[in-house]
């Protein structure tokens, strides 16, 4: 619910306020990898902390042993 709130939040400030200059916004690439990087430094289900990967490299993920 916090999440649903701070995006109201946000949503509001564009209504009253308009978008803010393009040379103020972050690009959707930087974001992207941001969080990504934030996502690889949580624990995995086994409690591992993953491996930062290097910028713009996601991991392998193979599919043929998946049940």
Request: glycine share 4%; net charge negative.
């Amino acid at each position: 619910m916090a999440v649903l709130r701070e995006v109201a939040v946000v949503l509001e400030d564009f209504t009253a306020n308009g978008l803010p200059p393009v040379e103020e916004r972050t690009p959707r690439e930087e974001l992207r990898e941001k969080h990504l990087t934030r996502l690889a430094a949580q624990p995995n289900r086994n409690g591992e902390v993953n491996k930062a990967l290097p910028a713009g490299q996601l991991p392998r993920i193979d599919l043929s042993t998946a049940t």
